[in-house]
């Protein structure tokens, strides 16, 4: 019993321990130490990470080659910084891109004038956003309506970047990284990819670089060598026997790895053009390009649209002399990709336009000069209206005439004109290979449910008539050729000469502002297209805007012009 007791009794004091009981009081030593909170030993890995400091303006560029212009660039052998001063934050810039190189094949291809952006660089903390302007809405500077107008509708953010150091010491400019805005997918081109080959290509950042990197005093021309990759093209589907199989778009036929391409991408940071430009309001009665905008001015009309159209700058040197050189001639480049036997035609195609101007008082308002096969300059810099060649495969067999203006006021300051090589082997062609559907080539497409800001879809110049007459031209020549022209010939040397002429003269046509005229062929009668007194003064048709058919007599008739060789009378009231 009394073993019984004492076990009882040592339980319950086990138990006390346990859950609380008081215990014997520690000894001083041991009553310090127990009641000092734990503190882990302090090395450099648990130390509190403290924000890196911002490193001086000189300790970034140290290294750094500095190139002056519009803005100052400072390129590293990995980086481009773009330096930015004070006065050049919240100033409007005109951000443009063209697709340099391409890979030849379903709209993708070289020389791809796109439009151009409205920016502001904005500084947000310790970063820069360069916001797109959003210059379609607008009213009097520092009005009430004006303030509620820039309340009312919303820029767009194309990118950020953070600002990468301490102002400058004595300009107070800070630096940003611009391969965090350009080395990417800004052009939104992947979109455009898998759109039209079903494929998610995407913008690879580790095999992307900069290319050549130029500034001017009015421009910054940045190069991109942007690479595009799928990690593996998608399968088709498994169907069961008997299934139908599901329409697929072909991949990419024009790459050696359909895995991967590189595009060359040349985007142009330039300032607003000098002011003392004076819009002009478009009239319906004349069919010119124009960009519109909606003025919250005054409530006196009911439309707040104004619609101002796109025309050149040109300006007398001697403003009291009836005929003048203009203080800044329009100059059209011929790009040493032109092959050397056709470079006349394009250029006598060009200065066609001079006349028209000639009757508004301008003498050489149009100057076409020669690229240097030598040229230290790049045909995609906006400082140069140029003319250019590129090839596809199969043959895309177009040119296209898109220039550039300010979209608040309708000045144009760039052109860009391109021609498919194709577009003089049509000789070499049997009829068989022009039999095509007669539709414009986009009515068979899928519309796109998104446009990016430089989408070839926002510039004007929907225009296919080249890519028509070329496989008119075809068939034409197949008929002069069943006469008896010999195809290695003058005649047909000729013939080819007269055609880029006349497709020269109508792209420049769009790039001085001009639409589609086609009521301009109801000009002449069939009679009068065979009297080549009339075609020389009229032309075949009252325009070269027209969509122009090669003129061919029936067999054992007289044979007038083949093709339009002078201005037409619209032409030159347009111009006026």
């Known amino acids: 019993m009394r073993e019984l007791t004492r076990g009882i009794i040592v339980m319950l004091v086990s138990c006390n321990l346990v859950f609380g009981a008081q215990a014997p009081a520690p000894k001083e030593s041991q009553k310090s130490e127990a009641a000092a909170p734990f503190k882990p030993e302090q090395t450099d890995e648990t130390k509190k990470a403290e924000p890196p400091k911002d490193k001086p303006f000189a300790e970034i560029v140290k290294d750094a080659q500095e190139i002056k212009g519009l803005f100052t660039l400072h390129r590293t052998e990995e980086k481009v910084y773009l330096e930015i001063l004070p006065d050049q934050l919240e100033q409007t810039y005109l951000l443009s891109l063209t697709t340099d190189s391409g890979i030849g094949e379903r709209g993708f291809f070289a020389a791809d004038m796109t439009a151009q952006a409205p920016i502001v660089f904005h500084k947000l903390g310790k970063n820069i956003q360069v916001r797109l302007r959003n210059t379609r809405f607008t009213a009097e500077p520092d009005t009430p309506i004006e303030r509620a107008v820039s309340r009312s509708f919303s820029d767009s953010v194309l990118g950020i970047a953070k600002i990468e150091s301490l102002p400058h010491p004595d300009r107070k400019s800070v630096l940003i990284d611009l391969g965090t805005i350009l080395l990417s997918d800004l052009p939104m081109l992947g979109y455009g990819l898998e759109a039209t080959f079903r494929i998610s290509y995407r913008f690879d950042p580790k095999n992307s670089v900069f290319g050549a990197v130029k500034a001017f005093p009015r421009n910054v021309e940045l190069e991109t060598v942007a690479h595009y990759a799928t990690d593996r093209p998608p399968l088709p589907p498994l169907l069961p026997p008997g299934a139908p199989v599901p329409a697929l778009p072909a991949p990419p036929r024009n790459l050696p790895d359909v895995r991967s391409m590189i595009f060359h991408f040349r985007y142009s940071l330039s300032g607003l053009p000098d002011s003392g430009y004076r819009p002009r309001l478009a009239d319906d009665r004349v069919g010119h390009f124009f960009d519109q905008v909606e003025d919250y001015t005054d409530d006196r009309t009911y439309s707040t649209s104004k619609r101002y159209i796109n025309r050149w700058r040109l300006e007398k040197q001697d403003p009291s002399s009836a005929l003048s050189r203009p203080k800044q001639p329009i100059v059209f480049w011929l790009e040493n990709t032109i092959p050397v036997e056709y470079r006349n035609s394009v250029r006598e195609g060009i200065l066609m336009w001079n006349k028209a101007f000639e009757r508004i008082g301008f003498r050489d308002a149009i100057e076409v000069k020669q690229q240097p096969d030598d040229a ?48 003089t082997r049509f000789m070499r062609r049997e009829a068989s290979e022009q039999i095509a559907p007669v539709a414009a080539a986009w009515e068979n497409s899928t519309p796109s449910p998104f446009v990016s800001p430089w989408s070839r879809n926002r510039v004007f110049a929907a225009c296919d008539y080249a890519q028509g007459a070329v496989l008119e031209a075809a068939f034409v020549s197949d008929l002069l050729l069943a006469r008896g022209m010999d195809p290695q010939g003058p005649e047909a040397e000729s013939f080819i000469k007269e055609f880029l002429r006349e497709i020269a003269a109508h792209e420049v046509g769009h790039t001085l502002g001009l639409r589609h005229n086609f009521r301009a062929s109801t000009i002449h009668t069939f009679e009068q297209l065979q009297d080549t007194a009339i075609t020389a003064r009229d032309g075949l048709t009252g325009s070269v805007m027209d969509y122009i058919p090669t003129n061919i007599a029936a067999k054992g008739e007289k044979q007038g012009e083949y093709h339009q060789t002078t201005l037409g009378p619209y032409d030159y009231w347009a111009i006026a």
């Open 376 to 423: 230290d300059w790049d045909s995609a810099d906006v400082r140069y209206n140029t003319i250019r060649w590129f090839a596809g495969y199969p043959d895309p067999g177009f040119a296209q005439g898109p220039s550039r203006t300010n979209p608040m006021t309708g000045e144009i300051y760039d052109a860009d004109i391109r021609f498919a090589e194709s577009m």
